[in-house]
């Protein structure tokens, strides 16, 4: 008993003499090398990131509040916001549900073109946006497959509203799904099964046990999610058409008036999209931290 003892001991101290050598080799460089490297960092930050947000702002309050105001209230520029919240609010739902159910079926059955379906999940990552926008005018445009069928019965994909939405779900549906599958696969499934077992049905262990354990992950992949539909710019232009007042969203509208040098409501515009990039962020950082804090503290329902 007294030499298992002593043998648990000598590694427990091998362990902690371990991780201590670990954490001096990563802390034992030079004072100048750490500030070296903290300094380039920021300094890159501040470069690439704070000084043109903070020229966005500036910009646009350039010519007074009452100009900004202006802006932003411009029919125009309020039509490009409604179409841009349209566009993230039919795209968001159904990419929710086809992340949550492509996920399900990835990491918890086996079948044929698994592997297939993963790729396909990838495609809009690999492919350019214009390609995309692209695609959807060869399919539904006036000369593509559909177009002559649509413009009989008087439907309209294209320089519309449907057509942004579907280029809109294109860029945008991999992003929940990508959340999802690694953290349901890191979590298996003797839970669900453990629920079955006990009683309850599919919906049941579904609501109760899936959910809770994927809901932080499931948030981080909407805001993502959100965050590229309200800033989609590619694939939305060649499907658009850019007719003001009808089928521009925000970032659309502001490559319009940047190019007509009305750099005060481009700036105005932009701002404002700068603003729920922000808040974007905020909530990104807070679900990182609340998933963490998650992982060492919640016990699954």
Not at 119 to 147: H, K, M, N, R
Not at 162 to 167: K, S, W
Not at 196 to 225: C, D, R
Request: charged letters at 10%; hydrophobic letters at 55%.
């Amino acid at each position: 008993m007294s030499g298992t003892t002593t043998i648990t001991t000598t590694v427990s101290q091998y362990n902690h003499y371990q991780a201590k050598v670990a954490h001096n080799r990563a802390t034992s460089e030079p004072a100048w090398i750490r500030w070296s490297l903290i300094l380039i960092a920021l300094a890159f930050l501040a470069l690439f990131l704070f000084v043109p947000l903070v020229a966005v702002f500036y910009q646009a309050l350039s010519k007074g509040v009452e100009t900004y105001v202006t802006a932003l209230s411009d029919p125009d520029a309020i039509s490009a916001i409604w179409l841009t919240l349209i566009a993230a609010g039919i795209s968001l739902p159904l990419n929710l549900v086809f992340g949550v159910s492509a996920a399900w079926a990835i990491t918890k059955f086996n079948f044929k073109g698994k592997s297939f379906l993963i790729t396909l999940i990838d495609l809009p990552f690999a492919v350019s946006p214009v390609i995309a926008g692209l695609i959807y005018v060869l399919i539904f445009g006036l000369q593509g497959w559909f177009g002559q069928w649509l413009s009989d019965n008087e439907y309209r994909v294209i320089f519309a509203i449907p057509g942004i939405v579907l280029a809109t779900i294109f860029v945008t549906f991999p992003f929940i799904a990508r959340e999802l599958i690694p953290l349901m696969q890191a979590q298996g499934k003797d839970e669900e099964e453990a629920a079955l077992v006990l009683g309850a049905t599919g919906w049941q262990m579904f609501w109760h046990v899936t959910i809770p354990n994927i809901k932080w992950g499931l948030l981080y992949g909407v805001i993502l999610s959100n965050a590229r539909a309200m800033g989609e710019f590619g694939a939305v232009s060649v499907v658009s058409g850019h007719i003001r007042g009808m089928t521009n969203t925000m970032p659309l509208h502001v490559e319009i008036l940047y190019n007509e040098y009305n750099y005060a409501a481009a700036f105005a515009v932009a701002s404002l999209l700068a603003l729920l990039a922000l808040v974007t962020l905020a909530l990104k950082s807070f679900v990182e931290w609340k998933t963490a804090h998650s992982i060492d503290t919640e016990i699954p329902e």
